[in-house]
């Protein structure tokens, strides 16, 4: 074999061998080709066989770590972005927005999100997700962190063991979160008021939850409230709590008077609500989702129960003015019902008019509860015996009246009481509703006495009083006048001759004065005659003496002295 074919690979086949030379070109060497061996690699193709390595390493390792994929639907895209918005739970990021997309119908928005491997729980199908940006609203301002950073998802993860991949997004942020420790109860009310998501539960004033979420019945008659109560005060919250609305400025004008409650400040503006158990005696712990019912205000939700009612229909002969629905019935101070309705009502067989008032009282109010008589039994007679009870009442006494609660508004309201003088009626118990015999109030009596009085004056002769009024102080005035002249008369006339017999009065006092005087030959000689006068009742008293001891010398003169 040649070194030609030496060179030849073994199993290739042997080319061709080339044609002559020609003849000048004989003495020239022939080239010796010799092929390059094609199994040996070239070390150039290292570099992108390692990048390919990576590469694969690196998308292996993306494929392992990537979690599900799931569609969130919002209204709006407002602040989300593709490839930059984060889904996070507790500040963790743990997804990724990947696309955005128009729904067909242009009514929201889909928004892909891929989750990272360990966020697998957060498919669960009760899981929810919102938008975080920046809101203020009841709960306060939140979402203020990304004015910097930008919105992100926000996640709560949900508990339920079927998993899905589509979920409706939350508008506004969940109150309560399923990492939030605590219990969540149910109240009934009428209707919601000034309440809201995240409005405050208070408990001795003091902030204890806030209102979960709110829905309205499914027969429409009422709304279904959830409040959350934040561990530890779920405690206080037993079977015999009382809750009630503490929403704005419970402000109450009434016949009773002007009555201001609030909890706080926040309350006036945002609303909320109270609770507490009366005096203290909550009863058994109340279990999650137990039901209440939300009163209007602390009064209603704090008053006993007020067992069986009863309806009693009164008429008044006189203005229902300042007498509205929800208006007080009281017996001696004691409110014992309210009224219902008023109206008006044309008696033909008396040709009058008469106003009903229908009322609705609660006679426990007024009987003492005591044992054994809360039960089916005690029930039972109180209803048997009522309508007797009631006709012993009126005749006793017991009328209806009409009372000014409030002099500011002209609130009325409807008193209950005994007037031994009334003139005496009969309640007949079969009618219903039973009729309750009315009385008139004072106040109406002395407008009917000031009436009387008004049309008594109305039939004063005003105008021919006038003019004999004025014929007597034209009198009068010419009397004056006269009396004038007089006095001016007697100032020229009489005061002269006054003032010269004030002189001679004064001469004679003068005179007087000199003759009393100390050393007035006057009051000498009276002073003389004065000692004469002595001496000579001094001579009586000695005679005197004298016959007292010789009563005989009378008759016989005095004797000689002998000697």
Do not use: C
Not at 102 to 107: E, F, I, K, P
Not at 300 to 324: H, I, V, W
Not at 352 to 376: C, H, I, K, S
Request: proline letters at 6%; glycine letters at 8%.
């Amino acid at each position: 074999m040649s070194e030609e074919d030496e060179s030849q690979p073994k199993g290739q086949p042997v080319p061709p061998a080339p044609p002559p030379a020609p003849a000048s070109q004989s003495a020239l060497p022939r080239p010796r080709v010799v092929r390059r061996r094609e199994w040996l690699p070239s070390l150039i193709w290292l570099i992108p066989i390692v990048a390919a390595l990576v590469g694969i390493t690196l998308v292996a390792r993306i494929i392992m770590e990537r979690g599900p994929e799931v569609v969130l639907t919002f209204k709006t895209a407002e602040g989300l972005e593709a490839g930059k918005t984060a889904v996070k739970y507790k500040d963790v990021q743990i997804g990724l927005v990947t696309h955005l997309r128009l729904a067909r119908d242009r009514s929201h928005v889909r928004v892909l999100v891929q989750f990272n491997k360990d966020a697998e729980g957060f498919t669960a199908e009760d899981s929810r997700f919102w938008v975080v940006r920046p809101r203020l609203d009841t709960s306060g301002i939140s979402g203020l962190g990304t004015l910097l950073s930008g919105a992100y998802i926000g996640a709560d993860a949900g508990v339920a063991k079927e998993t899905s991949g589509e979920f409706t997004g939350l508008e506004t942020p969940p109150i309560v979160t399923r990492d939030d420790s605590g219990q969540q109860f149910l109240l009934r009310a009428n209707d919601i008021g000034s309440l809201d998501v995240g409005s405050p539960v208070y408990f001795r004033r003091v902030k204890v939850g806030q209102v979960a979420a709110y829905e309205l019945d499914g027969d429409g008659r009422g709304v279904t409230i959830r409040v959350f109560i934040n561990a530890p005060y779920d405690k206080f919250v037993g079977m015999n709590t009382r809750f009630w609305q503490a929403s704005g400025i419970d402000a109450q004008l009434s016949a009773s008077g002007f009555t201001l409650r609030t909890q706080s400040l926040a309350t006036i503006l945002l609303g909320g609500i109270a609770f507490q158990a009366p005096d203290d005696a909550m009863g058994p712990l109340a279990k999650e989702n137990a039901a209440f019912t939300l009163a209007q205000d602390e009064n209603t939700a704090m008053k006993e129960p007020d067992g069986p009612s009863q309806t009693l229909l009164m008429y008044f002969n006189q203005s229902l003015r300042g007498l509205a629905p929800g208006a007080p019935v009281d017996f001696r101070g004691v409110v014992i019902g309210e009224v219902k309705s008023i109206g008006v009502e044309f008696d033909r067989a008396e040709r009058e008019f008469r106003m009903p008032v229908l009322v609705q009282v609660y006679p426990d109010r007024l009987r003492r509860r005591e044992g054994g008589t809360n039960g089916a039994d005690g029930a039972t007679e109180s209803r048997s015996t009522q309508q007797e009870r009631l006709r012993f009442l009126a005749e006793k006494g017991l009328r209806a009246q009409l009372r000014n609660g409030n002099l500011l508004t002209g609130q009325v309201y409807v008193a209950l009481d005994f007037f031994p003088k009334a003139p005496p009626a009969k309640v007949d118990v079969t009618k219903s509703p039973i009729e309750l015999p009315t009385i008139a109030n004072s106040l109406d009596e002395i407008q009917s006495q000031v009436q009387e009085i008004a049309t008594k004056l109305n039939k004063v002769p005003y105008e021919q009083i006038a003019g004999d009024l004025r014929t007597t102080l034209a009198t009068l005035n010419k009397t004056l006048t006269a009396t004038e002249q007089t006095v001016n008369r007697i100032n020229s006339d009489v005061t002269p001759e006054l003032a010269a017999a004030m002189k001679d009065v004064r001469k004679t006092v003068n005179t007087a004065e000199r003759t009393l005087a100390d050393d007035s030959p006057l009051q000498q000689d009276m002073r003389q005659t004065l000692r004469e006068l002595t001496r000579a009742a001094g001579s009586v008293r000695i005679l005197t003496d004298y016959l007292e001891r010789h009563p005989e010398s009378l008759l016989r003169g005095k004797p000689d002295d002998k000697k």
